[in-house]
Nanobody
């Protein structure tokens, strides 16, 4: 599988961004698509995951009510819509595939390159 993330940038607090992850060469072991993030000096953490075929979703507690994960199979793309962004959301965001539902980076089997999100006034 190959994953290509995009959509990061600079946004003011309270603003929105939509990240995209284009998926190619999907295999039978890539059942879930996930977003993780890593802030400076912090460990990589789970943000959201979606089961590729069925659309079942899971969000980290900090993401509930603000972030939405979705996928458009025809476009082979997974999106992360982020609203009401806060400075503490500043991080490099990564998309990753996994065979099973996972909330830990060690559960991912393939990673895309990161896209930087900076929330600042």
């Amino acid at each position: 599988v190959q994953l290509q993330a995009s959509g990061g940038g600079l946004v003011q607090p309270g603003g929105s961004l939509r990240l995209a992850c284009v998926v190619s060469r999907l295999t039978t072991r890539d059942n879930f698509m996930n977003w993780f993030r890593q802030a400076p000096g912090k460990e990589r953490e789970f943000v959201a995951g979606i089961k590729w075929r069925e659309g079942t979703k899971r969000l980290a507690d900090f993401a509930k009510g603000r972030f939405t994960i979705s996928r458009v199979s025809a476009e082979n793309t997974v999106y992360l819509q982020m609203n009401s962004l806060k400075p503490e959301d500043t991080a490099v965001y990564f998309c990753a595939s996994s065979n099973e539902l996972t909330t830990t980076p060690t559960g991912a089997r393939a990673w895309g390159q990161g896209t930087l999100v900076t929330v600042s006034s």
